[in-house]
C-alpha cells in the first residue's frame, strides 16, 4: 500500500482548480484520501502517479457534487412553489422577467421548473434567498462570473418565455 499523504499536494492543487469552497475543502481531501487507498495499487502500477492521482481526485470531487445536487430535492421548483406565496418575492421575479405584464403563479412557476437546475438556483439565491452574489457563488461552488452567467440567462429564459 502506498503513502497517500505524500499526494496532498496533488489533491490540494486539484481542490484549488475545481474552485472548491474553502468549508468543504477538507472533507472532499478526506474523500480523495478514501479513494486514493482503495486504488492504491493501479496507482503504484500508474507510470504518471501524480496525474492518475489529479484524475482519480477530480472524479471524486464531481461524484461528491453530484451526489449533493442530487439529495438535495426531487425537484428544486419546489423552494420557488413555497416562496411564490409571498408577494414581494413574487412581485420581484415577475418585475424582472417579465415587466409589462401580469404573470399567473402558475405559469411563473411553470416557466421556472423548466430551467436548468444551476440557473433556478442562482434566481432562487438571489432573489429569494437574498444573498450577495459572492456569498451564493462560495456556496455553489461557482466563480462569481459563473453565477452571474447562470442568472442571467435564467432571466433572459423566462424573458423569452413570457415575450418580453
Known amino acids: ?3 497517500v499523504l505524500k499526494f496532498k499536494p496533488v ?3 486539484v481542490l484549488s482548480k475545481t474552485k472548491t469552497p474553502p468549508s468543504k475543502a477538507e472533507d472532499l481531501m478526506q474523500e480523495c484520501f478514501v479513494s486514493l487507498i482503495e486504488k492504491s495499487d493501479l496507482i503504484e502500477k500508474a ?3 501524480e496525474g492518475y492521482v489529479a484524475k482519480i481526485c477530480r472524479n471524486r470531487i464531481y461524484q461528491v457534487w453530484r451526489e449533493e445536487t442530487d439529495s438535495r430535492s426531487e425537484d428544486p421548483t419546489d423552494l420557488w412553489f413555497s416562496s411564490l406565496s409571498d408577494p414581494k418575492v413574487y412581485q420581484k421575479v415577475v418585475k424582472i422577467a417579465c415587466p409589462k405584464k ?3 403563479d402558475e405559469e411563473l412557476y411553470e416557466a421556472i ?3 436548468p437546475l444551476d440557473e433556478s438556483r442562482a ?3 438571489i432573489f429569494v434567498e437574498g444573498k450577495t452574489r459572492q456569498a451564493l457563488a462560495e456556496e455553489l461552488g461557482f466563480g462569481i462570473t459563473k453565477l452571474g452567467n447562470q442568472l442571467k440567462r435564467g432571466i433572459d429564459k423566462l ?4 415575450e418580453v
Open 123 to 125: 434566481i432562487y439565491g
Open 159 to 162: 424573458k423569452k418565455h413570457f
Open 1 to 3: 500500500m502506498i503513502d
Open 102 to 104: 401580469d404573470v399567473p
Open 113 to 115: 421548473s423548466n430551467l
Open 11 to 13: 489533491i490540494k492543487n
Open 47 to 49: 507510470k504518471n502517479p
